[in-house]
């Protein structure tokens, strides 16, 4: 097991957005998230990844978010050269590679396409060589062609004995996925948050 989730309530400033999310995560799996816009998907891998609560659930996880993360003033290899050394990984030149970055790796990453910055944003998750992948919406931005990449690379990641949550509304053709639909998890009662009530002093 990966990943074990129980009884998660994932808040956005002071508003309940889901409450007594469960689910396992196994290697190889592939777990997608579906709901409508504001249902809650993107709060709830940020809860994972940490960023919302400074509490990672899992050491084993790289974030893949609406933003690329992407320094604009450095090239694209220094970019992943600068994570790479973030990391202390040693696999920049084969996700230069898988991702199809060898044209413009020396272009400066300001100058790129809305669709370069994306791969170049996945890329950063790769180079983390983290077994978890959380990914929000990771084919905005790309043609039809980089989005069955990108499939390919979430499949063999699997393969290899990682796992993936991929929040997307787009049919990536993943195979040994499963669906999470963020709707179940609407709370009952939709209240502002109240320290006192919560037990926080």
């Known amino acids: 097991m990966l990943l074990k ?13 889901i409450a007594n999310v469960s689910f396992n995560l196994k290697s190889g799996e592939c777990l997608i998230l ?12 940020r809860y994972i990844a940490g960023l919302s609560t400074n509490n990672l ?8 978010g609406h933003l690329d993360g992407v320094k604009s003033t450095l090239t694209v290899q220094e970019n992943l050269k600068f994570w790479s050394g973030i990391y202390n990984t040693n696999n920049m030149a084969n996700v230069i590679k898988t991702l199809k970055l060898n044209d413009f ?9 809305a669709g370069q910055k994306r791969r170049l944003g996945l890329a950063r998750m790769l180079i983390t060589n983290a077994k978890i ?14 989005t069955t990449l990108i499939s390919e690379i979430i499949t063999q ?8 949550i991929i929040s997307t509304h787009v049919n990536l053709n993943l195979p040994s996925s499963k669906v999470l639909d963020i ?6 009662i939709d209240k ?7 037990g926080v002093f």
């Open 5 to 17: 989730i129980k009884n998660l309530d994932c808040r956005r400033g002071n508003k309940l957005i």
């Open 34 to 45: 579906k709901g409508p816009n504001g249902s809650g998907k993107t709060t709830l891998l």
């Open 57 to 64: 659930l899992n050491d084993n996880i790289a974030y893949s």
């Open 105 to 113: 790796q020396n272009r400066i990453a300001g100058e790129l396409s």
């Open 133 to 146: 992948w959380l990914m929000d919406e990771p084919t905005v931005s790309l043609d039809k062609t980089t």
């Open 157 to 164: 990641h699997c393969k290899e004995g990682g796992a993936a």
């Open 183 to 188: 709707s179940e998890f609407k709370p009952e």
């Open 192 to 198: 502002e948050f109240d320290p006192f009530l919560e």
